[in-house]
């Protein structure tokens, strides 16, 4: 079975740019979640799809959004970027069970100059 | 703060010997994860125990949990240089209204040949 994959896997924006970053979960699994790491404040947890519904959400500006298709597949919309989110952008996909193991993807290292 | 804190930050050790970290959590969960990541890349995910476990194996690895202490350990057995990697804990709480997969900010396990 094929693992979770992101696109693309490397980004350079500039300030006030935008920019959509895509995931697309392992086959099966309805739940994706999307995640931020950045060396000074780790890994934090940005939204979680399930049903193309947003199930939870973490402590991130309205800049960040996302949403999910029917097929399951995500997307993460960063607007009016700033350099602070300069950052490797995880998603993850779980069968749907908020429980459920989550499984990651390479991830999008996404640098904003 | 972190949900997860993670002891120690980075440890160092000869091919060959025992690895152990530790990870310490504030809030009731339902299950404690552990993930290895390698320089920049996607969360691998381990193991995961559940809050009503107290051990659990899978090959090299052993994990304990101690929820009264609210602590876990992940012990790596006779290490490899291929073990050479970040390993965070990531508890499955629902904080502030939310289910989130929260981690900790990591050990860096260097293993010397």
């Known amino acids: 079975k094929a693992g979770v994959t992101q696109t693309p896997r490397y980004l350079i924006k500039t300030r006030g740019q935008q920019v959509t970053l895509s995931c697309s979960p392992i086959?099966?699994?309805?739940?994706v979640s999307w995640y931020q790491q950045t060396p000074g404040q780790g890994l934090q947890f940005l939204f979680e799809?399930?049903?193309?519904?947003?199930?939870n959400k973490g402590n991130f500006p309205g800049r960040f959004s996302g949403r999910q298709f029917s097929n399951s597949r995500s997307e993460m919309n960063v607007s009016t970027l700033e350099l602070g989110d300069s950052a490797l952008y995880l998603c993850?996909?779980?069968?749907?069970?908020?429980?459920?193991?989550?499984?990651f993807g390479p991830g999008t290292r996404l640098t904003v100059l | 703060s972190q949900q997860g804190e993670e002891d120690p930050q980075a440890l160092s050790i000869q091919e060959g010997e025992n690895a152990t970290m530790n990870c310490s959590y504030k809030t009731s969960i339902n299950n404690l994860q552990w993930y290895r990541q390698n320089s920049g890349r996607g969360l691998v995910h381990l193991i995961l125990?559940?809050?009503?476990?107290r051990e659990k194996h899978s090959g090299r690895l052993r994990v304990t949990l101690d929820t009264s202490k609210k602590s876990s350990s992940l012990l790596i057995t006779a290490s490899r240089a291929a073990d050479t990697a970040s390993y965070f804990c990531?508890?499955?709480?629902?904080?502030?209204?939310?289910?989130?997969?929260?981690f900790g900010q990591g050990t860096r396990l260097t293993i010397n040949p």
């Open positions: 993850a996909s779980r069968r749907g069970g908020v429980t459920d193991t989550q499984y």
């Open positions: 125990i559940r809050s009503n476990e």
């Open positions: 086959s099966g699994h309805r739940s």
């Open positions: 990531a508890t499955d709480a629902q904080i502030q209204g939310a289910q989130k997969l929260v």
């Open positions: 799809y399930f049903s193309e519904t947003q199930r």
